[in-house]
């Protein structure tokens, strides 16, 4: 009996894929800094822009034009919580940056309602990151970002900004919206950056 009780707490203690610090939760919190804004499909845009001030930007036909791919990831909220395999369907950014000029090391990104956060451009390419449309094959909610988020799983969740409408790219590293309150300006949940001087 004791053994068997150890047994199972040992593993979850050491669960392989739970960074330190988070607990699994099975339902989907919903973590906004503000109200959520209602954008219409067909009035999203995407825009990049590059540290030249080029623009590029996508409506929502556009988007639906592009391949997309089915990531089923586990995403890790700083405040704890973990969601494990949760499916989503979308387009990976290396399709939006096959069509823009840059040599950019750092981006922006902006949602709709005013929130930012930023990251290094190698961690939006190369298969890690995504712009998701649906979320367990429904359209993805308003409350969880809809009509279009962002979704860069490797990093903690705040990073995957809801509601996304463009990304800045430029030469040197601006913090956003948490980055700027104090919050980890890279973010990986495996070396717990959760604030900055982790
Ligand atoms: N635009 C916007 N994106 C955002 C946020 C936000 O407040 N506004 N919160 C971030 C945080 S802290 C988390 S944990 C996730 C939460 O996404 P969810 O509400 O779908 O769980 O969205 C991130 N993206
Ligand atoms: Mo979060």
Redesign the pocket.
Known sequence: MSIVTRGFRGRRDSAPDLPPGQYLTRD???????PTPRIKQDDWQFTITNEAGDKHTWTWRDLLALPSEQPTVDIH???KWSKLQTSWQGVSLDTFFEAVDTGADYAVVR???G?T?NLPVEDLVDGKAWLVYRYEGDDLHP???GPV?LLVPHL?????????KGLELSDDEQPG??ETLGYHNYGDPWREQRYSGD
């Open positions: 989907f919190p919903v973590l906004s800094a503000g909220c700083v405040t949602s709709y309602g929130y956060t409350e969880h970002g988020r903690y969740f705040w990073k995957s900004a809801k509601w996304v919206f948490w």
